[in-house]
Each structure stands twice: as C-alpha cells, then as structure tokens.
C-alpha cells in the first residue's frame, strides 16, 4: 500500500515547519528525502509517526485505507509504519531482549484476543533474535542490555535495524540513520535494511538523509528534495548525485529565486 | 477472653520493666521510658504525628510477631532478642543501643523501652554465612507492635540478611533496627516495608561500619498508610563503605518518608546513595536526607542520586537533600536529582514500535527500579515484590 502525505502542515509551539508536504511512498521502492539542515526532514518523520512535541495544522497522511494522523501512535506502528530514530533514547532497566519481545507482541496481538494466545512463543522469539543479531554481527549479551543504555552511536543503529527485521514493518522511514556511523558500521546497517528489502520487496522505505554517503549503500528509486518544510524537487536517482557534486543552493535558487 | 489492653501512654516507669531482665536493661528501658515522657516532640514537619499518636498507641507484651522467612543460616546464631538478653547477655549488653539511641527521638525512646520482640543475629568472626537470612515481622495482639532486631557481625563476618515487614493488622508499628559491623565484615541489607495499607510504620534503622567494612543497604518501601523512617549508615570506620538504593512506591492514599542520613567519620570512607520514587494517585513521597562528612573524614567520596516519577498529577514527592561538610578534605561528592513525569522522548519511543501507552509506562517504571528489584537476593521474594509492584503501577 502506498503511503500518501497530502498538504501535511506542522508546528513545534507557534513555529510552522512543515509548510505542506506532498509526497507519494510507493511499495517496493525505496524513497530518499534530501534537504539542508533545518527543511523539516526529521519533523516529516517524527510527525508521520505522531512524536507529541509536534502539532499538526493541516494535512492527512493516508496509509492502508486510514488517515494514520488520527491514530494513537502505537496503532500507527501496528498498521505497519517503522521509524529508525535519528537519536533512539535509551531505557534503563528494560533489557533489549524484554522490550523487543514486548514490540513484537504487541505487532501480534489481536483486539479481543487474550495475548497469552498471539504472543509469540519464547523458543521461537529468542531463535529468532539470535539470528537477526548474528546477521547485524551484534553480540548476543546485547539482549540482556538495558536499551541504548550506554550504547555507542553504531550499536543504537544496529539495534534500530534489528527491530525492525524483527517487527518487519511494511513502511519504514528512516531519519538520518547515517549520521554518527563510521564507514563499516553504515555498510553492515544498510546490509540488514537491503536484507530486509530482499526478504519483503513490498516494503516501502523512506529514507531520510542530508548526505548522498548513504545512498552509495540503500540505492533509492525515487529521490525528493525538501527545503523550507516542501517538497520542492522530485527526480530518480540522479538527482541525488546532482546535489552531491553541486550542494543544495542551485535548487535554493531555482525554486525560491535569488531573494533569500 | 481479650482483655483490653492498656494504652501506651497510660504506662508507668514500673510496667515498662520485664522482671527476668538484667539490671542494666531494665535501667536501659527506664531511661528510655523518661524520654518518651520528658523528650521533646520531633520536629518532623513533613511527617503527620497524629497519625502516631501515642495515646492511641496499646501496650501489647506479644513475644511471637517474629517469623522466619528461610532456614537459619550454619553458623550464624538468630534468636528472639529477649532470649538472647538470657543466652547472650555480654554480646547484646555491649551492642544494644549502640546505633539506634533511645534519644534519637521519642519513638526509638519508645522502642527502647517497651521492645518485647524482635531478633538477635550474630555472625562469629570470619564467619560467611552461606544463605540469605530471612527476617519476617508481623503484627501480634493489641493495635501496636514493638520490635527491635540487633544484628552483629563480627571481624570479617558476612551475612545477607533480609527484614521485612509484612502483613495487615496494628496499624502502629514502632520498630528499630541497629546494624553493626566489624572490621572488614560485609552485610547485605535489604529491608522491606511491605505491610498491608492501613499499617502507620515509624522505623529507626542504624548500621555503625567498621573499619574496611562494607554495607550494602537496599531499601524497600510499598506498604503502610503512614511511613517515618529514619535510617543512617554511619561510615565510623576507615576504609568503611555503603552502597545503598531504595525503591519507594506510594499509591492513592499513602503518605512515605524516608530520612536517611549518611555519616562520613572516618577517612577514606565511600558511599552512594541511589533512591528512586514513584509516586501514584493521590500518594506523597518525601526524601528528607543529609550527608554529613565529619572534620576527621578526609579523602571522602559521597554520592547521593535521588529520582521520582509522578504517574499522576496529584501524586507528589518532596526532595529535601542536604550536605554539610567540615572537612576540607573530599576527593569526590556528587548530587543528581530528577523529578517529573514519565519521560515523553521514552514513551514516543516505545509506543513506535506498537507497545501500548499504559504497557509503555509500566515498562519504564519497572525499568526505573530495576536496579533496586535487581538487589533483592531471594528469587521467590524479588518475583513477589516485582509482581506486587508491577500489579500497583
């Protein structure tokens, strides 16, 4: 299914930044948003999934028959929407191995269902995340570790991508999963996401990003420029290489003239 | 046939005395019983004294409220402390009142004076003991318990040792607690205020550490209506050392303070305090603390981090931390205070990723005590007490 943002407005206290987003994430593809610092990417992405610092003015986002703006956030994640935060918090206390557990039963469960019944069983869940941490080349004693307590910023990363090969989302949005990565850390991150696009070629990824580095390693279908909280540029790949070697500002010109 | 029994405050010097006891104590008990008539109201303004109002209070003489929770450790003497008044006079002559004094304030004087059960411990020299030790208290007849457990270890002893309080009834509980610790000995401490709702709890919990000893104190609070309970590790030794968390959870209904105070006496002494707080409803935590770090106290280093998580916007914690220190001497002393709601950042997060707000929350709160929970050495009792405060948050 695709996921359709229509005219998305949105505010942090009184200041507008999303000045009307329109964008269409088809399946199977994978989908770049590029802009400069300060566009209004990772609000697009915070805002889709229903972060509660931002307030919406204006818009719909429609996924899967369901405007998601009226849905509780973890409905939202439950529809399908994954997003791999640009700076995941940590959680003392709740262990990885506990907290993903606790995701995947609430993928599973079922409204009016008992949950002992749709949880997944134990044998079956730590199989499972055995295998997905050794494809990440993340240690198995990460299980037992608080969430992102104490985690450098590649294992964070990692750990995003294990949840989702674990809660296997059908939309993905990922914001600024590169930043903080060294080289190999960006290779095995977007080997797992790659993987993950193998083993599920309906899902759709929105990738957020202010470099084209990433993009070397997920090669995205579609690319879309986003300045000032819009949609301004829609190209395929190209594009992303046209604002690697000539920066953003030849589009800053096109689009909103010489006057700022 | 019950018999009524007589009001507290309605005792004379004469009653407070048990006939088979030795001079020095029934002195001891005398002494004490002039400062709960003489000795000044305490100043605690955050604690509602009515709601320990010693004219409510019945004298009960009940001599079994003291259970144990597990197999008494080989090697390590418990016995009710009166028994060992008998069996056991030096030992406890040289230790009783040795931590918790009877002029601490009116209650430890009550406590001292009209004590009728409670437990011995004693760990032999060099002695570990193998298995955690459970001390269970419970309410017995009349509306008021009485107890005072004295526990000594001796030159490089161990012992895990568990106190809880459990149980519905009283509702007044005047309990004492005194902790001392040889050169070199190490005590796990873990006490447990778990009672039934209605229970008033006024509590004296003292550890005297020796020198190169180790306590390590984790605190349990959930149960009562009223909780006062002032504790203090007093680092008297060189070399001493406590670590000491605590989870307080006060529900609809519950008013909670704790009033720990941290000695630095001798040199290079260590500590860290950890006490985390949740607050629920219409429940009201308090952490009244002190650290003191003494003139002769050098190369201190003292660390005191207190949090409170308020699941609801009338539910309220106070935080009264205080330091003094006369030295000039401290290698370290560090303070880190949170208070608020559930994190939003950790909620949005978790609720990302399909978990249920309220699921979300529960998660968290229990991360939060984690660390604490993590502490409690019996299997059985740590699920108990997760289970009870998971049920409640």
Partial sequence: MELV??????????????????????????????????????????????????TVTSGEVWYKGQNVLELPVDERAKLGLFLAFQYPVSIPGVTVANFLRAAVNAHRSVAGKDTRETAIPMAQYRKEIREKMAALGVDDSFARRYLNDGFSGGEKKRVEILQMSMLKPSMAIMDETDSGLDIDALKVVSQGVNTLLTQNPEMGVLVITHYQRLLNYIKPHRVSVMMEGRIVREGGPELALELEERGYDFIREEVFGNAN | MLTKLPVIAALTAQDIVVASEPTWLQQWRQAAWQHVNEGAVPLWRRTDLTAFALADMEFSATTST????????????????????????????????????FNASKYAALNAATWRDGWFVYVPKNHEASVPLHLLQGFGAGNTLVARNLVVLERGAQLSLIEQYAGDGGPFAVVASELILGEGATLKYTSMQTWGANVHHMGHQVAKVGNDATIVWTSVNTGAAHQHIDAETNLVGNGSRVDWTAATVAGEGQRLLTAPWLRHVGRATEAHMDFKTVVKGSGYATFDGMIKIEGGSTDTVTRLEEHALHLSPQARSDSIPGLKIDTNNVQKAGHASTSGEVDDEQLFYMQARGIPKSDAVHMIVMGFFESVLDRIPLDTLR??????????I
């Avoid at chain 1, 930044?17 to 199977?28: A, D, H, R």
């Fill in chain 1, 5 to 54: 943002i229509k005219d998305l407005h949105a505010n942090i206290g009184d200041k507008e930044i999303l000045k009307g987003v329109n964008l269409t994430v088809t399946p199977g593809t994978i989908h770049a948003i590029m802009g400069p610092n300060g566009s209004g990417k990772s609000t697009l992405s915070n805002t889709i999934m229903g972060h509660p610092s931002y």
């Fill in chain 2, 383 to 392: 699920e108990q007490v997760t289970a009870d405060i998971s049920a409640r």
């Fill in chain 2, 66 to 101: 003291s259970q144990l929770g597990s197999a008494i450790p080989d090697g390590v003497v418990v016995m009710p402390l009166s028994q060992a008044v008998r069996e056991h006079g030096d030992l406890v002559k040289a230790h009783l009142g040795s931590a918790v004094s």
